[in-house]
């Protein structure tokens, strides 16, 4: 969740709404992940753009919304789990919305690199965490998923976060170019991994539609490891700690998933 005020379209009338525990915007234009940087074509293709249109509301109209996410799996990708609720707001074990498209292995979605767009078809909510696994209408080919980590991140840990969210709390929008910053770890519990902003700035933070984005541990001698994806946070940019959901306790429910 991200508690914040944000803007929704609903029937196709711009309203204003509040945040609350599972946060919404509508898609457009900015710049992701708060104080970030861009991420070049080509680097951390297991990422995912996910774009919600058509989602029901509890007042009978419909609204659009976005999250980020992972490839985890040739046809499965990881992100929050409040990214997949009902007109009540309850997280729910299928898509939502009248369309959810996954784009893949593009920096920007709308340059020349080459990535996938497709459909979500399915989706697996944890119990225990705010997390979900979306299946896609087909594998992908050509991306490398990233690997889940078999154990949680120590504290003082850098982790690299990556997302197509906005670069503030105010009347945010979705990107359209991936973007990156680093975080450092400050407390590990059984479900949150605690992290604050670390580069390229102290205030470097997700934003709306960072949601489900990936944390990772990189070193030169590896390849990334997922440790945990964007769950829940101040209003953006900030100093304070960010709550993420922690996935490599979970990575025995997540491969049985696919």
């Known amino acids: 969740m991200r508690l914040r005020t944000v803007t929704s379209v609903v029937t196709g009338v711009l309203v204003a709404a509040t945040a ?17 940087e861009p991420v070049a074509e080509g680097e951390y293709r297991f990422n995912a753009r996910l774009v919600m249109t058509g989602i029901p509301t509890a007042a009978g109209g419909k609204r659009n919304s976005g999250c980020s996410g992972a490839l985890i799996a040739e046809q499965w990708v990881i992100t929050a789990g409040h990214c997949f609720r009902d007109a009540n707001g309850v997280r ?8 959810t498209v996954a784009t893949i292995g593009k920096a920007d979605v709308n340059g020349t690199g080459e990535g996938v767009a497709l459909e979500v078809i399915e989706v697996r909510q944890s119990t225990t965490a705010d997390v979900a696994l979306a299946k896609l209408a087909s594998p992908v080919e050509g991306i490398e998923p990233i690997a889940i980590a078999d154990a949680p991140p120590a504290v003082g840990d850098t982790l690299r976060l990556t997302g197509y969210g906005s670069v503030t709390s105010t009347n945010p929008v979705q990107e359209t170019r991936l973007r990156t910053g680093q975080l450092t770890v400050l407390t590990v519990a059984s479900n949150i991994i605690g992290v604050r902003g670390a580069s390229p700035s102290p205030d470097t933070t997700p934003c709306p539609h960072d949601s489900g984005g990936p944390f990772f541990v990189e070193t030169q001698w590896s390849d990334p490891e997922l440790v945990s994806i964007v769950s829940n946070g101040p209003s953006c940019p900030h100093t304070a700690k960010e709550s993420s959901a922690r996935v490599d306790n979970l990575k025995d429910w997540i491969t049985a998933q696919v």
């Open 92 to 99: 729910v074990q299928r898509p939502v919305a009248d369309s």
């Open 20 to 36: 609350t525990f599972f946060a919404v915007a509508g898609t457009g234009t900015a710049n992701a992940i708060a104080n970030g």
